[in-house]
């Protein structure tokens, strides 16, 4: 037999928690608003917080009270035991056929490690001795020294509002690609 609530219904601890926090938030806000104090601004934020975290209180009491049938709830926990006729059809194929995809990648990454690893790190893995790291590609990389050519100007002159300037030459010198 099942109990019947009247009135707040089954939640009403978090019924009375969300009127409370409505209740201080308010003061908190209104005291902001109409007192004459420095930090005004302080108690208009911290109400409108106050009142903003009563919702989740108000939640809590309306998803506490929702009433669902106990036919609705057995498919969804597993209370139905599913017979054989109901995987007959189109639906059935679907879900063998999905069962049977998972499963073989499910077994395909067991046997071969995991996703994360690579043949490399399983066969340094299998040798017997201690794990070596991997070993990266050597690149070859072709350095020169530039020296500035002779026949450019090392300073320039420029004028700027009647004075003359001189500015040293400064110049990015790039290698041919």
């Known amino acids: 037999m099942e109990q019947v609530y009247g009135g707040l219904g089954r939640c009403v601890c978090s019924f009375w928690l969300a009127v409370a926090f409505d209740i201080v938030g308010l003061a ?33 009491w309306y998803s506490g009270n929702l009433e669902v049938p106990p036919a609705e709830l057995e498919d969804d926990v597993g209370l139905l035991k599913k017979d054989k006729g109901a995987l007959s059809g189109i639906g059935g194929a679907v879900r063998r056929l999905s069962s049977r995809v998972s499963s073989g990648i499910r077994n395909s990454l067991r046997r071969n490690g995991g996703p994360s690893s690579s043949r490399a790190g399983r066969a340094q893995r299998s040798g017997g001795g201690p794990p070596v790291a991997p070993q990266a590609e ?40």
């Open 28 to 60: 908190v806000l209104l005291i902001g608003v109409f007192a004459n104090v420095f930090f005004y601004d302080l108690l208009i934020y911290a109400g409108a917080i106050v009142i903003f975290l009563s919702l989740i209180w108000w939640v809590f």
């Open 138 to 177: 050597q690149v070859a990389v072709a350095m020169e020294t530039m020296t500035p050519r002779e026949d450019t100007p090392h300073t320039t002159v420029s004028s700027v509002a009647g004075c003359d300037v001189e500015m040293p030459h400064t110049a990015t010198e790039t290698s041919p690609t």
